[in-house]
């Protein structure tokens, strides 16, 4: 019996370790469609679905220009990194940090001026500023709720992600 239970166990670590490494190579997003979803990976893995998107998003930086599926971003062009990812139970409400680590938006409706969104230059026109500081946390909320729906991930409350390094 403690043979069996051995094998079973060892059997259990090496299926863990073998969707880690492909979280690892192959991304989240393609791990999940492979199993059928977060929710399966979550229970294969014995981990919170929450805890896989902390662990796999926390650090990681992101181009808007290599998105892994399609999403249209405008004139927006830059990097992010997740910086927190707060899960909160009670609600089934999820806020995600990021912070900017390079870019640039082109006016492409307007004037085709472009700006660097952690220049100053930016900070001259108060209301740009607002207006382009929203439509970044706009582009990235998008592509989280993009990228949960593509990975069966279903938050019921809510999502909010915040820019933590373009202030006023």
Do not use: A
């Not at 090496?14 to 492909?22: I, P, Y």
């Not at 582009?139 to 390094?165: A, C, H, P, Q, W």
């Amino acid at each position: 019996m403690k043979k069996i239970i051995r094998n079973i166990l060892h059997e259990e670590n090496k299926n863990s370790r073998l969707l880690s490494d492909m979280i690892e190579n192959e991304g989240l997003l393609m791990t999940c469609k492979k199993v059928g979803g977060i929710e399966r990976l979550s229970k294969i893995l014995g981990v919170r679905d929450y805890k896989i998107v902390e662990n796999y998003f926390v650090g990681r930086q992101i181009s808007t220009n290599n998105f892994e599926f399609p999403l249209e971003v405008g004139g927006y062009d830059f990097v992010f990194e997740v910086t927190h990812v707060n899960y909160d139970l009670t609600d089934d409400f999820m806020e995600i940090k990021f912070k900017i680590l390079e870019g640039e938006v082109t006016l492409i409706m307007t004037t085709d001026e472009t700006y660097n969104l952690l220049g100053n230059d930016l900070k001259e026109n108060e209301g740009l500023f607002w207006e382009i500081r929203y439509e970044v946390r706009e582009v990235v909320r998008d592509y989280f709720k993009l990228y949960f729906e593509y990975i069966r991930y279903r938050l019921f409350s809510g999502l909010d992600v915040e820019v933590t390094n373009m202030d006023w």
